[in-house]
């Protein structure tokens, strides 16, 4: 078994796409923060399952129409669960 967390900041320029003109712009800062944790591990004999969760706080920072919203496309909360499973044919997964 593989556990892991993480907890993250990333901060990058803040681009979206206006509704009304549909043109891409970029105006301030996207900040995302937050904690993942993840778990890897062999449920059975030729089955690996992979999971994780993350939460998220995203913003926008220093932004003359934005400020302080949610930046497009951007959950608060995520899950994800992968399978693997190995077949009886060597190399084939």
Known sequence: MDLSAAWFRIDQA?????PATNIASQDGRAVHQGWEVALTGRILEHL???????????NIDKAVANEGKTPQGVPEEMARLYA???????GLT
């Not at 690996?48 to 995203?58: K, R, S, W």
């Not at 693997?84 to 060597?90: H, N, S």
Request: no cysteine; net charge negative.
């Open 48 to 58: 690996t399952l992979t999971g994780g969760f993350t939460i998220l706080d995203a």
């Open 14 to 18: 803040n681009q979206y796409v206006d």
């Open 84 to 90: 693997e499973y190995d077949l009886p044919v060597p």
